[in-house]
């Protein structure tokens, strides 16, 4: 790794990045440690396209950055063309990753439409939020645990429910809560707070190919219950190792969607 400036790679080893794992040389070097990656100061910047049948449907670009108090602030632009919504949401969160404060814009068919504003504490979540046609959202959420994961439907932030995930359960379908900013699968509707029960299953990911080189990962399989409540596989996604932080992910049928790396810039701390 070369420290004191940014390292910028642009589409390497994306046929192993499809298949999740690497089983040859990287195509670049990866950062000598991996740790650095999160260290204070430390900013990660990614672009994410999306395709379904080979055929791209949308892209994102986010941004992770690590304060120097330990939390993280995340923020994402996520623009998809089927259907036609714009996402743009900004976290930020303690050195846990768990939720302290989330604000999200929704655009559809390329008309502002809703925003919302979200603090967490430990017993509960306040919201207020505003919809363009002077529709308003807003209240107390009282809680019986803190949110574990708060997902506003930006593909970088589904990797927060590996914070869902029971890590002394590895191996384990288990079901927990998730929050969500909107009951709509593309969060088009809003302002909500909305929970969902899923199951979610945490293993090691092994190494994942990305643009800056191989990458411990976490591999989290999260649940969806069939009209039965039967949990049913509905996405596979791998974060850095520890963290929320993407790398990739694949939805099931009947999104059928993949989500993948086409670039990523570490910036280390103090450049």
Excluded: K
Excluded at 44 to 55: D, H, K
Excluded at 79 to 107: G, N, Q, W
Excluded at 162 to 167: C, G, L, M, T
Aim: proline share 8%.
């Amino acid at each position: 790794m070369r420290t004191g400036r940014r390292d910028l790679i642009i589409g390497g080893g994306l046929g192993a990045l499809a298949a999740g794992t690497v089983s040859a040389a990287p195509t670049a070097p990866a950062p000598a440690d991996q740790a650095t990656l999160t260290a204070p100061g430390a900013r990660l910047e990614m672009a994410i396209r999306f395709t379904r049948g080979g055929v791209e449907r949308g892209r994102e670009r986010a941004t992770c950055t690590v304060n120097a108090n330990g939390t993280l602030t995340l923020s994402a632009r996520s623009e998809s063309r089927d259907p036609r919504v714009v996402r743009d949401t900004t976290y930020l969160l303690a050195p846990d990753h768990r939720p302290l404060a989330a604000f999200v814009l929704m655009t559809n068919d390329g008309r502002p439409d809703w925003w919302a504003q979200y603090r967490f504490t430990d017993g509960a979540v306040e919201m207020e939020g505003w919809g363009v046609d002077g529709r308003r959202g807003a209240g107390r959420f009282p809680l019986q645990r803190p949110v574990a994961a708060f997902v506003t439907h930006a593909v970088a932030t589904d990797m927060f429910v590996a914070r869902a995930a029971d890590r002394a359960r590895p191996g384990e379908v288990v079901r927990t809560l998730v929050h969500l900013s909107s009951a709509d699968p593309y969060g088009r509707t809003g302002p909500e707070f909305v929970a969902r029960e899923v199951g979610v299953r945490i293993t090691d990911g092994g190494l994942v190919a990305t643009p800056l080189g191989p990458l411990r990962a976490d591999h989290v399989e999260l649940h969806l219950p069939d009209a039965t409540g039967s949990l049913q596989p509905f996405q596979d996604m791998w974060c850095l190792a520890g963290t929320p932080i993407f790398l990739r992910s694949r939805a099931r049928p009947p999104y059928d969607t993949l989500y993948e790396l086409t670039a990523l810039e570490f910036f280390p701390p103090g450049a």
